[in-house]
């Protein structure tokens, strides 16, 4: 049954596959903005013992990042002069050492969040999922633009403008994303259930569930691009040169029977994962 369940989801990811478009977006926005640190751990996730990771501890993460997209646009205040002269004094001495060693990202996020414990108790996890998700998508905002090749002054100027950024406006950030974790994350619990009972499964990153509005490639890329991380159980690529392949082993032809339309295929295929997915929902039923 295993042997059969492996090869069905490597068809449907096959079919799956002629269906999503191969775009790619930068940023962590592709993530839906959560907080992830370059140390972090990603894995895709499926069956029972997913299920049982969305719950809200696990969700607050995601929301943090879906609610500050949403409170942005009345969270914008103006960067301190303070601020950024005496940030850019810091990491001016940074660059004087060791100019290839500066990370604007690793920066930013570092100083920036040494704000948070001042700000926030440390019971209150949402709180500081609030505090450390403002810093971590002003910091990606404004290093995503800056190039590896960047001189360390351009890349410390990036930095102190992501930490200033996001200094300026964390506190109407917290008050703002307040009230809709609840909301949020019963919603995402939702949505954190339904991934792990589709073939790719769902995301977690450190344990914290990530919201990757069914784009995961995108996500994929965008994690690897910022922090070089992998994603364990994550087949790369998916379908190359008429080949799946996946986590569970083996490998299944992408190739169109003779006779046979791509729809037709296609649409074979997704029936055969639904089949998959109720077998799976019986299994856990005993």
Same mark, same amino acid.
């Given at each position: 049954?295993?042997?059969?369940?492996?090869?069905?989801? %490597?068809?449907?990811?096959?079919?799956?596959?002629? *269906?999503?478009?191969?775009?790619?977006?930068?940023? %962590?926005?592709?993530?839906?903005?959560?907080?992830?640190?370059?140390?972090?751990?990603?894995?895709?996730?499926?069956?029972?013992?997913?299920?049982?990771?969305?719950?809200?501890?696990?969700?607050?993460?995601?929301?943090?990042?879906?609610?500050?997209?949403?409170?942005?646009?009345?969270?914008?205040?103006?960067?301190?002069?303070?601020?950024?002269?005496?940030?850019?004094?810091?990491?001016?001495?940074?660059?004087?050492?060791?100019?290839?060693?500066?990370?604007?990202?690793?920066?930013?996020? &570092?100083?920036?969040?040494?704000?948070?414990? &001042?700000?926030?108790?440390?019971?209150?996890?949402?709180?500081?999922?609030?505090?450390?998700?403002?810093?971590?998508?002003?910091?990606?905002?404004?290093?995503?633009?800056?190039?590896?090749?960047?001189?360390?002054?351009?890349?410390?100027?990036?930095?102190?403008?992501?930490?200033?950024?996001?200094?300026?406006?964390?506190?109407?950030?917290?008050?703002?994303?307040?009230?809709?974790?609840?909301?949020?994350?019963?919603?995402?619990?939702?949505?954190?259930?339904?991934?792990?009972?589709?073939?790719?499964?769902? *995301?977690?990153?450190?344990?914290?569930?990530?919201?990757?509005?069914?784009?995961?490639?995108?996500?994929?890329?965008?994690?690897?691009?910022?922090?070089?991380?992998?994603?364990?159980?994550?087949?790369?690529?998916?379908?190359?040169?008429?080949?799946?392949? &996946?986590?569970?082993?083996?490998? %299944?032809?992408?190739?169109?029977?003779? &006779?046979?339309?791509?729809?037709?295929?296609?649409?074979?295929?997704?029936?055969?994962?639904?089949?998959?997915?109720?077998?799976?929902?019986?299994?856990?039923?005993?």
């Amino acid at each position: 049954m295993m042997k059969l369940l492996s090869t069905t989801l %490597l068809g449907a990811a096959c079919a799956l596959s002629l *269906l999503l478009p191969a775009t790619a977006r930068a940023g %962590l926005e592709s993530c839906g903005n959560i907080d992830v640190s370059a140390s972090a751990r990603c894995e895709l996730v499926t069956g029972g013992g997913c299920v049982a990771r969305c719950e809200p501890l696990m969700l607050e993460a995601a929301c943090a990042g879906q609610l500050y997209a949403e409170c942005e646009g009345q969270c914008d205040a103006d960067i301190s002069v303070d601020c950024r002269a005496s940030c850019q004094g810091e990491c001016s001495g940074q660059c004087e050492v060791d100019p290839p060693a500066f990370d604007c990202r690793a920066s930013c996020e &570092g100083s920036c969040e040494g704000e948070c414990s &001042g700000r926030c108790s440390s019971s209150d996890s949402e709180c500081q999922a609030s505090c450390r998700g403002t810093c971590s998508a002003s910091c990606d905002g404004n290093c995503e633009g800056t190039p590896p090749e960047a001189s360390c002054e351009g890349k410390c100027e990036a930095s102190c403008d992501g930490r200033c950024e996001a200094e300026a406006n964390i506190d109407c950030q917290i008050e703002c994303q307040a009230g809709g974790f609840i909301d949020c994350q019963a919603e995402l619990s939702g949505g954190c259930e339904a991934h792990c009972t589709a073939p790719e499964g769902a *995301l977690f990153c450190d344990g914290n569930y990530v919201d990757y509005g069914n784009n995961l490639e995108e996500c994929v890329l965008a994690l690897q691009a910022a922090y070089n991380l992998e994603v364990d159980g994550y087949a790369e690529g998916m379908c190359s040169n008429g080949t799946c392949t &996946g986590e569970a082993g083996g490998s %299944l032809s992408c190739a169109l029977e003779p &006779g046979m339309t791509r729809d037709a295929w296609t649409f074979g295929w997704l029936g055969l994962s639904g089949v998959v997915l109720a077998v799976a929902r019986r299994q856990r039923r005993r």
